[in-house]
């Protein structure tokens, strides 16, 4: 067992209000400002009262412990293409999900010497290119790279989600233009696809959906194992119908395939690509990461406290999984 991080974490709650108006939120490309007018319903003029209006709801929510810094809140507005009645409704989920999920939201010290482990594995990994600079970006996951005798499925989330973390707070490309998942099995079998808790399965779709400002633009798979197509079923099954209803394609072992839909230009060398080796990627990220330790850390610190919420909670009829409204397992706020 590692020993407990202490780390100095700022109050992101109890904000003196207006005082983190003041920080502009970062500027855009030109063509990003284009897609998040068009696609988004974006008004720069209007930007800044709707991340005042949503401050104060948070604020006066009461039960909602989150931040409250203009970058974080501008993902979720993106996410939602402006609509502040979405907005709360995801930043609860968002917050709640996260709160019920201790084993994927504490201990997350990416210089944990377990966890770095984990980060080393490099199971998710971030593609660094796209052909156009308004393209959804590319997350990689690599399901052979997953060590089961080393970790446990929560700890892949876990670095899954410090990653998402970094992005919606500094890749405006993936904010506004959303990701595909290209998931390579490399010579994973059937049966390591099967170690998987179901339970725990739907709660991590419901952290990676509904829970989540990223919105996902597609999904490839590759060098898929035989009996792929039950796994595919449940996958779909665990998928809100929106996603549902995006591009979902297996190419087999055919990287031919692939490159019809991601050129070699983006790829890395694992994938027929061009990209280099992907491990330089691991190493990028894992750095980087660490670079973001304490804003990592402090997110363990945010959630919801049942006992103060006034609303229904977003979870309710997930009952199956988490047990009645009333019965939430709190975050233990240090």
């Known amino acids: ?30 063509c990003l400002k284009a897609k998040a007018a068009s696609e988004l319903n974006e008004k720069e003029k209007t930007i800044a009262e709707e991340l005042e209006m949503i401050r104060t709801w948070i604020r006066q929510s009461g039960h909602i412990r989150g931040r409250l810094d203009d970058q974080f809140l501008l993902g979720f507005l993106r996410a939602c293409k402006h609509s502040l009645e979405r907005v709360k409704e995801k930043l609860d989920t968002y917050y709640t999900i996260r709160s019920v999920l201790p084993e994927v939201m504490k201990k997350r010290d990416p210089l944990d010497p377990f966890l770095r482990k984990v980060i080393k594995m490099g199971v998710s990994v971030p593609l660094p290119k796209t052909v156009k600079p308004d393209d959804p970006k590319i997350m990689l996951i690599r399901a052979d790279a997953f060590d ?17 973390d970094i992005l919606l707070r500094d890749d405006d490309q993936m904010v ?48 898929t194992p035989k009996g792929f197509d039950l796994v595919l079923n449940i996958f779909k099954g665990l998928m809100t119908e929106k996603n549902r209803n995006r591009t979902i394609i297996s190419h087999g072992s ?81």
């Open 1 to 30: 067992m590692s020993a407990k991080v202490e780390l100095p974490v700022k109050e992101v709650f109890s904000v003196p209000a207006g005082s983190v108006a003041k920080m502009p939120v970062r500027p855009i490309a030109e």
């Open 254 to 334: 055919s990287l031919e395939s692939l490159h019809k839909y991601f050129p070699k230009s983006i790829l890395p060398t694992e994938l027929g690509g061009e990209l280099g080796p992907v491990q330089q990627y691991v190493d990028e990220w894992e750095q980087r990461l660490i670079y973001n330790r304490a804003y990592l850390v402090e997110e363990e610190s945010l959630g919801v406290d049942e006992s103060k919420r006034r609303n229904t909670n977003p979870l309710a009829e997930e009952k199956d999984l988490f047990g009645t409204a009333g019965t939430f397992r709190k975050l233990e706020f240090d």
């Open 148 to 164: 089961g005798d080393v970790c446990d499925f929560p700890d892949i989330l876990k670095v899954f989600t410090m990653i998402g």
């Open 176 to 223: 506004i233009c959303g990701q595909a998942a290209i998931i390579d099995f490399g010579h994973s079998s059937s049966g390591h696809l099967f170690n998987f808790n179901l339970s725990f399965l739907r709660k991590a779709s419901i952290l990676n959906q509904q829970g989540s400002p990223l919105r996902q633009k597609g999904f490839h798979f590759i060098n």
